[in-house]
């Protein structure tokens, strides 16, 4: 009776998790009609209140199996619109690196269509950083940046006394002092999932069921959860 | 006060911030439905390690109008519960948030509230090495704890001596703690040995910078837990909970429940299987990236030593090379717990007066 009432139990957490997907799966299809239309102006107007607020660094965290590009690149070009100057695209398997040219070319048609007759927008130049990560960058960094600060130190002579966290910090490649603010999350996982550990210590981790069929006003809300996160760092 | 609520058992609770006796020990009386709940869980698969981030003391103070070291105090009493649910769900590690180097920037009034609490504390469990020693809980104590007050760091390395042989469970406080100190000193530990000619630069890999960490020999973090509702890892274990479940939970530390945790026990295996997955892929990419360097720098090193003509590679000079690397990264390892025992034995002989 115990070992069935876990089973039962899981299987209701697993079936709400895959109802949560479907739930929002369907008020984004619902939302459509309504977004459908929607281009950069809208996608700014609707954002005006966070101006002054957005991450300059977006990550976003690819948690499922599926990897669909067209709706992927969405997200990337309302931030590209919305004025954030470097975005991380991760998965585990480093399979988005893998799709680059596909990304890039799916990016730029959608970005195209996104911003077509649009009149006020200074911001959207498709011209972003963006960073393809996966786990092959997590904790393999950190272990090259120790070795490339020792063979350093012993080429110089200086002692351990010198090595701080900013000085090892100058060491990582990843993401060097440019680490992303705000993380978001896709899937129904939560987890760092090999995200390489030195650039997240003060990154807000949010999270979305899904990035299919994602909508916009989603998007929108997403942003103004991080806006509304006080900031302490300790204090 | 007497906190209840719907099916969960009955906590008592202080709203004078005195310790409790020896209660902190054993305090958590469950009813039947629990006591079933928690039959249902273990059936499951629990995490080994778990870690928490405290979150929510000061807020905790506000809501329910009481002072920031009731709060505290209230915030202890609740590790003391904790550690009782996780004796009932047979997980051995537990470590706590407890204070981060970021926290000597406020305020000298809260710093010294903070201090006097922990002072209280850890000579109330100082007190009560019987009952940590029968009950075999070791107390392991991660952070950079010379920058506290001489007593504080003298109490601290007094409790992770005395307790050092018990295995049955173990308590890792994170005082002066971040994740980045931590890895930095991980790294600075390597380098040294490096400089002073005991490793050798390609020796630092994954796993020594794992072992060199203040958290060496225990095992990674299976779920990370943070209260308050606030969604970011404020810099603790980041290395150790890189494969980790999170849970961001919208509770006040001191409001931490048994039903909250069992919540955080049922989610953390909804997602195991995925986490397993990406466990059992890292470890053989991690080992094959393992091979191919050692291999290279056999080869690299063999070329240095020999004509060029010479300069073949074969497995036997690979394996020699190997079991030197490990013998030189066992040395070290070695060596380097016998520095950090001998430097607590010097911290648990200080003076209270200040060294």
């Given at each position: 009776a115990v070992v069935s009432t876990q089973s039962t139990g899981h299987l209701f957490l697993h079936t709400y998790c895959q109802l949560q997907v479907a739930a929002q799966c369907f008020i984004n299809l619902l939302r459509w009609w309504r977004v459908s239309k929607w281009n950069a102006d809208i996608l700014l107007s609707q954002a005006k209140p966070l101006t002054g607020k957005l991450p300059s660094h977006v990550s976003f965290v690819f948690l499922e199996d599926d990897l669909p590009v067209e709706d992927l690149v969405k997200p990337i070009v309302w931030c590209i619109c919305l004025g954030v100057s470097t975005i991380s695209l991760y998965d585990?398997?480093?399979?988005?690196r893998r799709k680059k040219l596909e990304i890039d070319d799916e990016l730029r048609e959608y970005y195209a269509d996104f911003t077509r007759d649009v009149k006020n927008n200074p911001k959207c130049s498709l011209n972003p950083k963006i960073k393809f990560v996966s786990v092959e960058n997590g904790r393999t960094d950190l272990v090259h940046a120790a070795r490339d600060m020792a063979r350093d130190?012993?080429?110089?002579?200086?002692g351990v006394g010198d090595i701080t966290q900013v000085s090892y910090n100058s060491y990582h490649k990843v993401f060097g002092d440019n680490e992303p603010e705000l993380m978001i999350q896709f899937g129904k996982q939560r987890t760092l999932a090999g995200y390489p550990p030195w650039s997240v210590h003060l990154t807000e981790i949010l999270t979305l069921p899904t990035c299919y069929l994602i909508s916009p006003l989603q998007f929108i809300s997403t942003l103004n959860s991080y806006c509304k996160i006080e900031?302490?760092?300790g204090k | 006060k007497i906190h209840e609520k719907l099916g969960e058992a009955v906590v008592s609770t202080q709203s004078t911030g005195e310790i409790m006796s020896e209660d902190w020990f054993k305090r958590v009386e469950y009813t039947w439905f629990q006591s079933f709940m928690i039959k249902c869980v273990r059936t499951g698969r629990l995490p080994k390690h778990i870690a928490f981030i405290m979150d929510g003391n000061r807020r905790f103070a506000k809501v329910k109008e009481i002072t920031r070291s009731e709060s505290y105090a209230m915030g202890f009493e609740k590790i003391g519960e904790i550690l009782d649910h996780c004796e009932m769900f047979d997980i051995k590690v537990v470590s706590v948030y407890a204070f981060s180097i970021e926290n000597f920037k406020r305020s000298e009034e809260e710093r010294n509230e903070l201090f006097t609490l922990m002072s209280?504390?850890?000579?109330y469990l100082l007190t009560k090495m019987d009952k940590l020693n029968e009950k075999g809980i070791r107390i392991k104590v991660s952070g950079n704890i010379s920058l506290f007050p001489a007593h504080i760091?003298?109490?601290l390395a007094?409790?992770?001596l005395q307790t050092m042989s018990n295995s049955e469970f173990c308590l890792n406080l994170c005082l002066a703690y971040t994740s980045r100190d931590e890895m930095t000193n991980s790294v600075r530990c390597l380098t040294k040995g490096v400089l002073e000619g005991k490793l050798k630069v390609d020796d630092i890999n994954e796993t020594m910078l794992d072992r060199c960490l203040y958290t060496e020999d225990l095992p990674p973090v299976d779920m990370l837990v943070r209260t308050s509702g606030e969604v970011r890892l404020s810099d603790y274990m980041m290395w150790q909970a890189n494969f980790a479940a999170l849970q961001f939970v919208r509770v006040l530390w001191p409001d931490f429940g048994f039903w909250h945790f069992v919540g955080a026990l049922l989610d953390y295996q909804r997602q195991e299987p995925?986490?397993?997955?990406?466990?059992?892929?890292?470890?053989?990419f991690l080992d094959k990236m393992s091979q191919?360097?050692?291999?290279m720098s056999a080869h690299l090193e063999h070329c240095s030593l020999t004509s060029h003509e010479a300069c073949t590679m074969n497995s036997e000079i690979t394996a020699a090379y190997t079991r030197a690397h490990c013998l030189r990264s066992e040395k070290f390892i070695s060596g380097l717990k016998s520095e950090r025992h001998a430097y607590l034995e010097s911290c648990a002989e200080l003076s209270s007066a200040g060294a």
């Open positions: 585990y398997y480093g399979r988005l130190m012993l080429k110089s002579g200086t900031k302490r760092v | 209280e504390k850890m000579n760091t003298k109490t007094q409790l992770e995925k986490l397993r997955e990406y466990r059992s892929n890292y470890k053989p191919a360097e050692l291999k």
